[in-house]
């Protein structure tokens, strides 16, 4: 019955994948029309704001688009996926958002950064700096949600000053990771739900089911926010309590019915595809097995993943580890003092965090190291902080200026905050591997003619940060012909042997494309244990066994990430001694390291093994 679903589900995803970018396109215009039609009802929101709050608010932005972009190294952290969402981005681009590649995931992130790959081109830097303005805008989301739910500004305001300064959220916004952008569009659905609890008409139901529909395309987890946001309507509608009523609502009587099924019709159409999509990557590949090398056994999602994996990590939201104490303090007096006097609101905030909670620590145990996946939890303790520290500041108002309160807090919080984002800042720069992954393509450029043609396990990092040509490694080693979007045919093994005796010079040829320059690239993808899919450890082995492969340009530790660190240190001195480092991690990233630690990072030139 599995294979049955799997090859129904698959079949369904061929039919339907080239589909997907259009209509994520047609999404996106909606929503901004729809965002037009609903200014009205917005601009009377924000007139309820006060001008010296909108100062505030944009003084914390400017605090976290500082921290986000100026402090934080920005590099492809992550590795295999980052390159992916590069990689679809860049053919979106290329065939006018008609075609996203071999993409598998939710396209939302790549679309996006289709946008601006076409206003500022494709690059790396540009991907790495768009995630990092979407990290800051998040704090206006944040901000509108405590203030459409509590109707007081400074509950607001600390919510968003907290989520500002997020250890977690700043170090990852250096990243091009989906998570970052994720966040932001499932923030700004849940805003405009939020306005909808208050004010049922037809356009801003429209624009909150757009918007969640958006939303859900970024990831998969994001599609739990349509049952959040139907449960919503129950909560604010009609809940107590003391006594549970189940009555109609607005949305569902008569005379607007049909146009809700509609609705509820094409937001289907925009959704499903990329839903089935998602479906036929996640669920068909026992994950746990494959990231551990068949180390670890368990079913993707389970009650036992559960246990383990809250046991393991999943208490990190709560401790001291990625952010100080005294937040976790604030947020758990929040929790109690909403539960004592605004009890509908904290039920909807408990549901929205423990559909997330669910829906994560469920999932193989494999995912535990990647902190990315704590920072859905920031948004809800944030706006639970933000009431804890409110309260605080109430009770101590009588005795002291408010003024004075406000500037105290702050300094403390920026200082207890200060040494974590410091501490992640130092464990991101000793991630060398990942630096070098994003330096080494650009330097490599000026190096490589442009006539070669570049064999690489993760070709997207060489295509989407170059004007070089890369192709897949897996693809090269099949010995078939490849036509890829070069145009290039890459012939087999015994043609090749025909066109040396003919041509010594030629390796390649194809309608007048011709070449003597094909280099292998063996990076980090082909180190035993690197954090990817094993089948690429064993194609760089093959490749070297199949060709005769000479070093035409290395790079190594020393050269490339020792000096860029090192620069990055000496700007920001005090991040070195940031207390409670690991000082292993620390050393693995100072001039002073061993040479046995060194690692090459080499393009090999590829000559055929003619057969004798």
């Not at 499932?186 to 208050?198: E, N, P």
Request: proline residues 3%; aromatic residues 18%.
């Amino acid at each position: 019955m599995d294979i049955i679903n799997q090859q129904f589900i698959h079949s369904l995803t061929l039919n339907l994948h080239n589909k997907i970018p259009f209509l994520i396109l047609v999404n996106f215009i909606l929503l901004l029309i729809l965002i037009f039609l609903n200014r009205e009802e917005l601009k009377l929101f924000f007139k309820k704001i006060k001008r010296k709050t909108w100062i505030i608010l944009f003084l914390i932005f400017f605090l976290a688009l500082a921290l986000r972009l100026f402090l934080i190294p920005h590099f492809l952290r992550t590795f295999y996926d980052e390159a992916w969402h590069i990689g679809a981005a860049e053919r979106l681009v290329e065939s006018n958002f008609l075609d996203q590649g071999n993409y598998a995931k939710g396209v939302g992130w790549p679309f996006i950064l289709a946008i601006f790959f076409k206003l500022f081109g494709v690059s790396n830097w540009t991907a790495l700096y768009t995630s990092s303005v979407f990290g800051a805008l998040t704090i206006f989301n944040i901000f509108l949600i405590g203030f459409s739910f509590f109707k007081k500004e400074k509950i607001a305001l600390w919510s968003a000053f907290l989520f500002s300064i997020i250890p977690l959220h700043v170090i990852w916004s250096g990243s091009s990771i989906a998570n970052i952008s994720s966040i932001f569009f499932a923030t700004f659905a849940l805003f405009i739900s939020s306005l909808y609890f208050r004010n049922k008409t037809l356009p801003l139901f429209c624009l909150s089911l757009i918007s969640l529909a958006f939303a859900a395309q970024f990831r998969q987890e994001n599609y739990i926010y349509f049952l959040i946001f139907f449960i919503g309507l129950l909560i604010f509608k009609n809940f107590s309590f003391r006594k549970i009523k189940f009555t109609k609502l607005d949305c569902f009587r008569k005379k607007n019915l049909i146009i809700y099924i509609l609705l509820f019709l094409l937001i289907g159409i925009f959704v499903l595809p990329s839903f089935i999509q998602v479906l036929d990557f996640q669920l068909f590949t026992n994950w746990a097995q494959r990231e551990s090398g068949g180390k670890l056994l368990t079913q993707n999602w389970s009650v036992p993943n559960l246990i383990y994996n809250f046991s393991t990590w999943g208490k990190d939201i709560f401790t001291n580890k990625y952010h100080p104490l005294v937040f976790s303090f604030l947020f758990i007096l929040g929790i109690i003092y909403l539960f004592k006097r605004e009890r509908q609101k904290l039920l909807f905030l408990l549901i929205w965090f423990f559909s997330l909670f669910f829906i994560y620590f469920c999932s193989w145990p494999t995912l535990g190291w990647e902190s990315r996946f704590l920072l859905s939890f920031y948004p809800i303790t944030s706006i639970f902080a933000g009431v804890g520290i409110y309260i605080i500041c109430k009770k101590l108002s009588g005795k002291f200026n408010s003024n004075n309160l406000t500037i105290f807090f702050v300094s403390i919080l920026l200082f207890l905050f200060s040494f974590f984002i410091g501490k992640g800042i130092i464990y991101n720069l000793a991630e060398i591997e990942a630096i070098l992954e994003t330096k080494i393509p650009e330097m490599a450029q000026n190096e490589i003619p442009s006539n070669c043609v570049i064999v690489t396990n993760v070709p997207e990092m060489i295509s989407a940060t170059t004007d070089l040509r890369a192709i897949q490694l897996s693809s090269f080693l099949n010995s078939q012909f490849l036509e890829n979007r070069y145009n290039i045919i890459f012939p087999s093994q015994e043609e090749l042997s025909l066109e040396i005796k003919e041509d010594k010079n030629v390796f390649l040829s194809h309608q007048g494309y011709k070449t003597d320059c094909v280099l292998f690239f063996e990076d980090f993808y082909c180190e035993k244990g690197s954090p990817v899919f094993p089948e690429f450890v064993e194609d760089c082995k093959k490749i070297k066994n199949k060709y005769n492969a000479v070093p035409y340009l290395t790079y190594s530790e020393k050269e490339v990430s020792v000096k860029l660190i090192s620069s990055y240190l000496n700007f920001f001195p005090l991040l070195a001694n940031v207390s409670n480092v690991d000082k292993k991690r620390i050393n693995t990233i100072k001039p002073a390291v061993g040479e046995e630690n060194i690692k090459s990072y080499t393009f090999y030139k590829l000559y055929p093994k003619l057969s004798q």
